[in-house]
T-cell receptor
Framework: DQQVKQNSPSLSVQEGRISILNCDYT??????FLWYKKYPAEGPTFLIS?????DKNEDGRFTVFLNKSAKHLSLHIVPSQPGDSAVYFC???????????????FGKGTHLIIQP | KAGVTQTPRYLIKTRGQQVTLSCSPI?????VSWYQQTPGQGLQFLFE???????NKGNFPGRFSGRQFSNSRSEMNVSTLELGDSALYLC??????????????FGSGTQLSVL
C-alpha cells in the first residue's frame, strides 16, 4: 500500500512558468516532509523540507505547501528553468522513527520536463 | 569534501547468486542508509546503520542484509538473487544525530541486473 503518492509520473512546463508538483499521503502520523531532486545517473539531492507545524516553507525559487487536513503537499518552482528538468521525489517520515535518517517513505517520483 | 561513494556502479548477476555492494559515506558521517529504487515501487527503505549497529529496518526479506565497519563504511549483501532484485541500490549518509531536519546525502547508486 503506497503511503506517499505522486500521481503524475511526468509533467511538462514551459521555461519561465510555474511548475507545481503534487504529493498525497495516507498516513496521518507523518509529520515531516521532504522533496528530493534526481538527475539521471546521479543520486537524489535534498531540495526543501517542511515540518507539520508549518503550512509553507520557501527557499529561493522553491516553495513547499502543506495541507494537513487534505494530506497533501505541493512543490512550486517559480520561475522554471531548464536545469530544473529532473525527477522529483516527495518523502515523508514519522516522529517516533527517531530522526531524519530513519526510513523515509518516498513517492514514485514525477519527471519534470522544462521546455524552452 | 568527497561525496558518498558507491561501488561498483554496475553489476550483472544470475539468479541464485549473491552480491555485495559497498558504500563509503561522507567523512564525519556516522549513519548510512540503503534504499532500493525500481520503476514500479520507487525508492524503498532497506535499513540504516549507525555506529556499526542496525538502527532501523524496512520491509525486505532476510536475503537482504548489511553491516557497517568502524570507519562508517557499509556493505549491503543480497543472497539467492531473484529477477525482482534488479534495481538501483542507493546509499545515503548523514551525521546520524537523529535531528528531524538532518539531510541525507545520496551516492550515485549501484545498478544491479539479475538475469
Amino acid at each position: 500500500d503506497q503511503q506517499v503518492k505522486q500521481n503524475s509520473p511526468s509533467l511538462s512546463v514551459q521555461e519561465g512558468r510555474i511548475s507545481i508538483l503534487n504529493c498525497d499521503y495516507t498516513n496521518s502520523m507523518f509529520d515531516y516532509f521532504l522533496w528530493y531532486k534526481k538527475y539521471p545517473a546521479e543520486g537524489p539531492t535534498f531540495l526543501i523540507s517542511i515540518s507539520s507545524i508549518k503550512d509553507k516553507n520557501e527557499d529561493g525559487r522553491f516553495t513547499v505547501f502543506l495541507n494537513k487536513s487534505a494530506k497533501h503537499l505541493s512543490l512550486h518552482i517559480v520561475p522554471s528553468q531548464p536545469g530544473d528538468s529532473a525527477v522529483y521525489f516527495c518523502a515523508a517520515s514519522f516522529s517516533y522513527s527517531g530522526g531524519g535518517a530513519d526510513g523515509l517513505t518516498f513517492g514514485k517520483g514525477t519527471h519534470l520536463i522544462i521546455q524552452p | 569534501k568527497a561525496g558518498v561513494t558507491q561501488t561498483p556502479r554496475y553489476l550483472i548477476k544470475t539468479r541464485g547468486q549473491q552480491v555485495t555492494l559497498s558504500c563509503s559515506p561522507i567523512s564525519g558521517h556516522r549513519s548510512v542508509s540503503w534504499y532500493q529504487q525500481t520503476p514500479g515501487q520507487g525508492l524503498q527503505f532497506l535499513f540504516e546503520y549507525f555506529s556499526e549497529t542496525q538502527r532501523n529496518k524496512g520491509n525486505f526479506p532476510g536475503r537482504f542484509s548489511g553491516r557497517q565497519f568502524s570507519n562508517s563504511r557499509s556493505e549491503m549483501n543480497v543472497s539467492t538473487l531473484e529477477l525482482g532484485d534488479s534495481a538501483l541500490y542507493l546509499c545515503a549518509s548523514s551525521l546520524g544525530t537523529g535531528a528531524r531536519n538532518e539531510k541525507l546525502f545520496f551516492g550515485s547508486g549501484t545498478q544491479l541486473s539479475v538475469l
